[in-house]
C-alpha cells in the first residue's frame, strides 16, 4: 500500500494562533488558504460584542456546556440556546454568543 502525502494534514494545537479577546473568549485560530477553523472557550458570563462575517461562513458545533446566539432578524433581537453536539449556522447574520451559564462552553 502506497501513502498519498496528500491525503491528511493534522495541525498540531502549538501550531494554532491563541488569543483572549476583550470578551474573555479564548480562541486558537487554525488558518487555511480555503478555509478557517476557530476554536473557542466562552468563560461563565461572557458576552461576546456584536458582530457579523463577511467572508466567512461561520459553523459553531457546541462541543460542551450551552451557549446562547442573539441575531438581529427584520430589526428585532432574537434568540436560541444552542446545547452541546448542536450545530449553529450563522451564515452573514449580525450576531454574538454569550455564556450565560456558571461553567465554560
Same mark, same amino acid.
Given at each position: 500500500m502506497t501513502l498519498d502525502?496528500?491525503?491528511i494534514e493534522i495541525a498540531r494545537q502549538t501550531s494554532?494562533?491563541?488569543v483572549t479577546k476583550s470578551s474573555g473568549?479564548?480562541?486558537a485560530y487554525y488558518l487555511y488558504p480555503e478555509f478557517e477553523i476557530h476554536v473557542n472557550i466562552l468563560p461563565a458570563g461572557? /458576552?461576546?460584542d456584536w458582530h457579523k462575517h463577511v467572508q466567512l461562513d461561520e %459553523?459553531?458545533?457546541v462541543t460542551s456546556g450551552e451557549i446562547t446566539v442573539e441575531y438581529m432578524e427584520n430589526g428585532h433581537v432574537s434568540s436560541q440556546i444552542v446545547q452541546e453536539?448542536? /450545530?449553529l449556522r450563522v451564515k452573514r447574520s449580525i450576531h454574538r454568543?454569550? %455564556?450565560q451559564s456558571s461553567e465554560p462552553a
Open positions: 502525502n496528500d491525503a494554532a494562533i491563541s473568549t479564548q480562541v461572557v /458576552v461576546q %459553523n459553531v458545533i453536539n448542536d /450545530v454568543l454569550l %455564556n
